[in-house]
């Protein structure tokens, strides 16, 4: 079975925290991908990035970074310096069936000032 | 500019009424699908289409139904046999090759009178 969990549900932190959002997924697949995706307010989901499972290097974009283990079937992703512009859900999704993508429950960050 | 526009923005339905949403895309792209999202959880798949005149099954089709007649169009009828409909729907759409990003519309928010 596919699942992706996302354990946290609400984070709260004020301005300029660092903060990680966990992702652990399950699948028998050796070839998958991972996304995650921002929901901000107005309620479309925004692509960040997209990540195979024979690539672990680890990402960095800007404030965001994303730390891929397939040992603990982990995809987590950290915002550096956060900002009240990074106040959305978040979403960690599995790709292993060529489009059918498999959401975790969102992560709902605030970031006050 | 292109992207996916879904409407309307809000939408009501009375008992025993089917209601239709709507997802257009200048995006070419040749996969849709539709998602339904409820509080506090993640998305999940009601119907995708990889190509015009042709749609499969999600999660939870039960109670909808789409058509794929032309490729920039890909309408979600929720029909009276859905019991519970009241969600946020949210349509996307993607090139088509494998475990490419998905794009997404603004989302429809669905109530009942």
């Known amino acids: 079975a596919q699942k992706v969990t996302q354990a946290q549900t609400e984070i709260s932190v004020v301005e300029k925290e660092d903060v990680t959002l966990d992702c652990v997924y399950e699948?028998?697949?050796?070839?998958?991908?991972l996304f995650w995706y921002k929901q901000p307010p107005s309620g479309e989901l925004v692509f960040l990035i997209r990540?195979?499972?024979?690539?672990?290097q680890n990402e960095i974009s800007g404030r965001y970074s994303w730390n891929f283990q397939k040992s603990t079937s982990s995809f987590n992703f950290t915002i550096t310096a956060s900002q009240v512009v990074d106040s959305a859900v978040y979403f960690c999704a599995l790709d292993n069936q060529g489009g059918k993508l498999i959401f975790g429950q969102g992560t709902e960050l605030s970031v006050k000032p | 500019d292109g992207g996916i526009t879904q409407s309307p923005k809000y939408l009501f339905r009375k008992e025993g009424q089917n209601v239709t949403l709507s997802c257009e895309q200048n995006?070419?792209?040749?996969?849709m699908y539709w998602y339904r999202q409820d509080p506090g959880q993640g998305l999940r798949l009601i119907y995708y289409s990889q190509i015009v005149n042709d749609f499969q099954k999600g999660d939870i089709a039960e109670g909808y139904s789409v058509s794929r007649e032309k490729k920039e169009s890909f309408p979600l009828t929720v029909t009276s046999a859905q019991k519970n409909p009241t969600a946020f729907y949210l349509c996307a759409s993607s090139p088509g090759r494998a475990h490419q990003p998905q794009h997404f519309g603004d989302g429809t928010r669905l109530s009942i009178l």
């Open positions: 990540r195979n499972s024979f690539d672990e």
């Open positions: 699948t028998r697949d050796t070839t998958y991908y």
């Open positions: 995006l070419n792209h040749d996969a």
